[in-house]
C-alpha cells in the first residue's frame, strides 16, 4: 500500500485561510500587517522566491514592499536601509532574501534586524533560543513541518525522528524543534558514515541535504513518516527532492511530495509569523 501523502498544498491553504481572518481582524482595528523584503543582486531563483511571498502577502492583506540593491551595493548600505525599517512602524516583519553577494558578511546584517521584526526566525537570537523554547519566531521551513505533522495528527512525542541536516536554517532548529515536542532526536548529515542504520530506525525522517534522491527505500522504516526538504533540479529540468519518492512511498506511511510538500509551507509561516508579529505591536502599544 502506497504512503499517505502529505500534500503541502492543502495544508498552506487552510492555514492560510485563518491568517487571513487575522489580518482583516488586525485591518478593521487599524493595523494592517507589514512587510520589507530586503534583495541585493539579480540572482534569477532569489527574484522568484521574492516574487512568491509579495504574491502570497497580497492574497491574505499583507502590505509588502521590495528594497531591491544592485549587487555591487555596499554592506553599510543596506544596513541604513534596516535601521530605517526597524522604526517603522507600520513595517511589522523583515527579511533578508539570501544569498547575499560574497562581499557581505551574513551575520552582521541578519543581526542587525529588530528581533521582534525577525519574522524570518534567522537572528542569532531567535536560533539560539529555540534550544529554551523561547524564541520570538522560529525558521519558517521546520515550523512548516510541525504544522504539517500537527495537521495530519502525527504523534511526535516519544517517537524516534531522525534529521538528515545540519543548517541552521533547516537541520538544526528542527532537531531541536521535534526535541521540544517530547521526540528522541538524532542528527545525521550526508556524510554520516553508514546512513542507513540510522534512517531505518527512524519513526520519523526529515531529510535536508540537497542531494538529489540520496534516500532509497532500502533506508527507510515500513511505516514511517518521511518529510523530504530538499528541492533540486535534475539535468532534464525537473525537480525531485532528497528522497527517491516514486519507490520510497510504497514503504513508508506518510510522505511530502516534491514539490508541493514543504515548499508550501515555508512561504505560510513567513505570513504567519508577519501577522504574529503585527498582533504582538498592537498589544504591545495598547499595554504601554
Request: net charge neutral.
Amino acid at each position: 500500500m502506497s504512503a499517505q501523502i502529505i500534500d503541502g498544498k492543502q495544508v498552506a491553504s487552510n492555514v492560510r485561510a485563518e491568517l487571513k481572518q487575522r489580518a482583516a481582524k488586525l485591518l478593521e482595528q487599524g493595523i494592517r500587517p507589514g512587510l520589507a523584503v530586503i534583495m541585493v543582486g539579480d540572482d534569477s531563483a532569489s527574484e522568484i522566491y521574492v516574487r512568491n511571498k509579495i504574491k502570497a502577502c497580497g492574497e491574505i492583506g499583507i502590505h509588502s514592499e521590495v528594497h531591491h540593491f544592485s549587487g555591487s551595493a555596499t554592506q553599510e548600505e543596506v544596513l541604513n536601509c534596516i535601521r530605517a525599517l526597524n522604526q517603522n512602524k507600520h513595517v511589522h516583519g523583515i527579511l533578508v532574501q539570501l544569498p547575499l553577494p560574497p562581499h557581505f558578511e551574513n551575520n552582521s546584517v541578519i543581526t542587525s534586524i529588530a528581533i521582534e521584526k525577525d519574522v524570518d526566525g534567522f537572528h542569532l537570537y531567535n536560533v539560539g533560543a529555540l534550544v529554551t523554547g523561547n524564541t520570538n519566531f522560529a525558521p519558517c521551513t521546520p515550523s512548516g513541518v510541525m504544522v504539517m505533522l500537527e495537521q495530519h495528527h502525527i504523534a511526535v512525542e516519544g517517537m524516534h525522528a531522525v534529521v538528515v541536516g545540519r543548517s541552521n536554517i533547516v537541520g538544526k532548529p528542527m532537531a531541536m524543534m521535534l526535541l521540544g515536542q517530547g521526540a528522541t532526536v538524532t542528527i545525521c548529515t550526508s556524510r554520516t558514515k553508514d546512513l542507513a542504520q540510522f534512517t531505518r530506525s527512524a519513526d520519523i525522517l526529515v531529510v535536508a541535504t540537497g542531494r538529489p534522491k540520496m534516500i532509497t527505500a532500502g533506508m527507510v522504516k515500513p511505516g514511517a513518516v518521511v518529510v523530504d526538504v530538499g528541492i533540486n533540479r535534475l539535468p532534464d529540468g525537473r525537480l525531485c527532492g532528497d528522497v527517491e519518492y516514486d519507490t520510497v512511498k510504497e514503504v513508508v506511511g506518510y510522505i511530502t511530495p516534491v514539490p508541493g510538500g514543504v515548499g508550501p509551507m515555508t512561504i505560510t509561516m513567513l505570513l504567519s509569523n508577519t501577522i504574529l508579529a503585527a498582533e504582538r505591536a498592537k498589544y504591545s502599544k495598547h499595554s504601554k
